[in-house]
């Protein structure tokens, strides 16, 4: 059953792209920040999925969990300056496609004010 829901949401996906110019709006309450480059929202495009990991399209920050500790420490200050941008007010997520790994979704976040 998951799986025919994730073949459904790759079907939205794929009809969702850069040339059609609608978004989906987000409030900051909505969504969560995993780290510097990739936010977490509770958006249900199918009720199988419970959230959905958006990566920022031409960001790429440090990992949390990186290979020593200064680069963790670059992670986390990522993470807050991210934090303190999404906390600025309603954005819209223009979805591109899936991330390189297959886990994420690429998009575009811009200020819902612009």
């Known amino acids: 059953m998951k799986k025919i829901m994730l073949l459904l949401f790759c079907g939205l996906l794929s ?5 059609q110019p609608s978004g989906i709006i987000f409030n900051p309450e909505s969504v969560r920040v995993h780290d510097g480059d990739t936010i977490v929202t509770n958006w249900q495009p199918v009720k199988a999925l419970r959230a959905i990991s958006i990566r920022i399209e031409g960001i790429d920050t440090p990992e949390i969990h990186g290979k020593c500790p ?11 300056e991210l934090q303190k ?14 991330d390189k790994y297959g886990g994420r979704v690429v998009g575009k976040v811009v200020s819902a004010d612009v």
């Open 15 to 19: 009809s969702t792209s850069l040339a």
């Open 70 to 80: 200064k680069e963790s420490d670059l992670a986390q200050s990522a993470k807050k």
């Open 85 to 98: 941008e999404i906390n600025k007010g309603p954005f819209i997520v223009y979805l591109i496609d899936w």
